[in-house]
């Protein structure tokens, strides 16, 4: 039914130069002495000049035809750094290593790209706006991470750089958490378009905008692999963690930009195969309790391995993208008033990313790295490139972010009930989870100019 499961339902015109021939009939004796000394410095230091570098939307326009790889985007300049820049090659090198990750929740006063009324994509259960929460402040605040600039998102530029792609989101209901997000934010420059839909609550659905040939795909795995959900017979999930999902596993050769989006799934009852053979179990009986961590690492390494071998020796490029475990706010019990209540985000003293969220994250940013390694090793050119869209510790910030009892419309129409579901999981739209795809977007430009 897209949440997670049937228990509590856990988002720059460039420095003109001039100059003017002096004639030496005319220069003061002073200069003579200087200018040797000068002609020597711009001999060793031809590209001493500053320069500015033309915005990004400047060269949107001059982006030629899609190919078979990504477009290079040139990037607005970094904000002033107080550190000695040695050369323009560190400086690229600077902007390009950005940690997303650690940062502020700053007060911005720009508007939402949408709202639960100007997109039809947003679930229900996520349309904060339209379900009547009462304060808007929290959608007035920018992630600004401390060493970077992260620019706002531009759908004109996403648009430019996935035209005729296909983007595809790989998961469970956080990855159509943020596909929705990505949908309604480019649907300010076009409006894209469903043409499929099947499933449970449309959990496999596709997108196409007709302007760029582009898709936009969501496939439901939650375990990313195989994997049998529990139903009200069977209360555990069994996972096959050496076999990938093949419902999305079998469309790999389509696809351009891979979003992938799993982890909460993990912490719920199950079975563990590999080989066809019982490895163990989490919460459950007759067989060895061996927790989640390295399952969902299992997992992850099963996955990643399946898109190297099948993509890896493709002459197109493939981006693969993990988006990093998201922590709940749930504050006492879920189905009871004030689970979720806060209406600002946490301040960097206030919380910290630890225990069994920053376990999550540790493994995803662990098996990531290895399949890094692997793809330089073993695809060919490095064709498929692997990254961390990390995003933890920003998330563990919005305790303000989430649907909370307006997951349902107009819950307290008829007063305050004893029991009051809540949703401290998932994330309003608009809401927090649009700075995820900032930060995507501003990645794939920024791998493109690590690789042009």
């Known amino acids: 039914m897209g949440s997670l499961s049937n228990n509590p339902p856990n988002e720059e015109e460039g420095n003109q130069y001039s100059s003017s021939l002096v004639k030496k009939s005319i220069l003061p004796y002073p200069l003579y002495a200087i200018l040797p000394i000068v002609l020597i410095h711009f001999y060793f230091n031809p590209f001493s000049f500053s320069f500015t570098t033309t915005s990004t939307s400047n060269y949107i326009n001059q982006i ?24 323009r090659k560190d400086n690229v090198s600077r902007r390009i290593s950005c940690d997303y990750s650690q940062g502020e929740w700053v007060p911005d006063k720009e508007e939402p790209l949408y709202d639960g009324t100007t997109c ?58 943020q596909l929705e ?8 420059a076009a409006k894209p378009t469903l043409f499929y839909t099947d499933g449970e609550d449309n959990r496999f659905r596709k997108w196409r905008i007709p302007s760029h040939n582009i898709t936009v795909s969501i496939y439901w795995s939650p375990f990313l692999v195989s994997g049998v959900e529990k ?16 419902i999305w596993a079998a469309d790999l050769a389509g696809i351009d930009v891979l979003v992938l989006s799993a982890g909460h799934w993990f912490l719920h ?59 709940a706010h749930f504050e006492g019990e879920w189905d009871k008033l004030g689970a979720c209540s806060k209406t600002r985000p946490f301040k960097e003293d206030e919380q910290i990313l630890e225990g069994m969220n920053e376990e999550m994250r540790r493994v995803g940013v ?3 790295g290895e399949a890094r390694v692997r793809a330089e090793e073993e695809a060919n050119n490095y064709k498929v490139r692997f990254e961390v869209l990390d995003v933890s510790k920003m998330a563990l910030m919005r305790p303000d972010g989430h649907p909370g009892p307006y997951m349902n419309p107009f819950p307290f129409a008829n007063g305050v009930g004893e029991r009051v579901q809540n949703d401290c999981v998932h994330w309003c739209l608009p809401g927090p989870i649009d700075a995820w795809n900032q930060i995507l977007l501003d990645l794939i430009i920024k791998n493109l100019q690590a690789h042009p």
């Open 231 to 246: 139903t009200a017979e069977k209360n555990f999930n069994t996972l096959f963690l050496d076999s990938v999902n093949e």
């Open 366 to 368: 662990e098996r990531v």
């Open 120 to 177: 039809d994509t947003i679930k229900k259960g996520q349309n904060c706006m339209v379900s009547g929460r009462p304060d808007r402040g929290y959608l007035y605040w920018k992630w600004r991470p401390q060493h970077c600039n992260l620019p706002r998102f531009d759908p004109h530029i996403f648009l430019k750089i996935l035209q005729n792609k296909h983007m595809a989101f790989v998961g469970d209901s956080l990855a159509r958490n």
């Open 269 to 327: 009852s199950a079975v563990y195969y590999d080989n066809d053979i019982v490895i163990g179990c989490h919460y459950c009986q007759n067989h060895t309790e061996i927790g989640f961590y390295n399952v969902f690492g299992r997992a992850l390494r099963t996955a990643f391995e399946a898109i190297i071998e099948r993509r890896g020796g493709d002459e197109r490029e493939m981006n693969v993208f993990l988006t990093t475990f998201t922590p």
């Open 181 to 188: 997000s990505l949908l309604c934010m480019t649907a300010a």
């Open 64 to 87: 030629p035809p899609s190919s078979n790889r990504l477009f290079l985007i040139p990037a607005d300049p970094p904000p002033p750094d107080p550190t000695p820049q040695v050369s």
